[in-house]
């Protein structure tokens, strides 16, 4: 199997405020920053400071939170032969 590079959080971790899709923090040399919230029915960008900040702090938590690379391994694994 090959090594993931996208880590995975286990519904049994630490609870924090899940995002309902994809966020994307867009960054530029010059110019503002933007956020993009992707939902089932929707998205919405912003550049709004505020919106920016909560969606790196969601970011941030996840990215803390989430499973290393070896452990999202193990946890596919588990998935993959039924013993979750």
Do not use: C, W
């Not at 803390?64 to 979750?84: C, I, M, W």
Request: no cysteine; charged share 25%; aromatic share 2%.
């Amino acid at each position: 199997m090959p090594r993931p590079d996208s880590p995975t959080r286990p519904r049994t971790g630490h609870p924090h405020h899940e995002p309902r899709g994809p966020i994307q923090l867009l960054s530029f040399r010059v110019g503002r920053t933007l956020a993009h919230a992707h939902s089932t029915l929707t998205g919405h960008t912003t550049d709004d400071p505020d919106d920016i900040e909560q969606l790196r702090q969601t970011y941030d938590t996840l990215r803390d939170t989430a499973l290393t690379p070896t452990e999202t391994l193990n946890h596919l694994r588990t998935l993959r032969d039924g013993k979750s």
